[in-house]
């Protein structure tokens, strides 16, 4: 069973910045995709950022040059650094790993798929 664990959430202003980590139990330089995904007040779940295994990024366009998505296989953790935020960066946070390839938890590693979910964390932008 693969956790993951986000942090970094809070209430900042228009124009501020927030730094994201998503602590996985499972060895991320497994994982095939590592993604953050953001859920507005009364909208669906929308894809913000992911990280491939060889570390390619992709953005949303809303996003693109005011985000970075990053990770640290020594601390098995996934960033997300948010910055010049705007009312509409609002929502919960979610942290996704997808690894079709399988996953290991320490040494041992399990050739099924993976799609794992955290909790979320927070992010309000308002003055």
């Known amino acids: 069973q693969v956790q993951l664990v986000e942090s970094g959430g809070g209430r900042v202003q228009p124009g501020g910045s927030l730094r994201l980590s998503c602590a996985a139990s499972?060895?991320?330089?497994?994982?095939?995709?590592m993604g953050w995904y953001r859920q507005a007040p009364g909208k669906q779940r929308e894809l913000v950022a992911t990280?491939?295994?060889?570390?390619?990024?992709n953005y949303v366009d809303s996003v693109k040059g005011r985000f970075a998505i990053s990770k640290d296989y020594a601390k098995n953790t996934v960033y997300l650094e948010m910055n010049s935020l705007k009312p509409e960066h609002t929502g919960v946070y979610y942290c996704?790993?997808?690894?079709?390839?399988?996953?290991?938890?320490?040494?041992?590693?399990?050739?099924?798929?993976?799609?794992?979910w955290g909790q979320g964390t927070l992010v309000t932008v308002s003055s």
């Open positions: 996704n790993a997808q690894s079709p390839s399988g996953y290991c938890l320490g040494s041992v590693c399990y050739g099924r798929a993976l799609d794992a």
């Open positions: 499972a060895n991320i330089f497994k994982i095939n995709i």
């Open positions: 990280i491939t295994s060889s570390r390619n990024t």
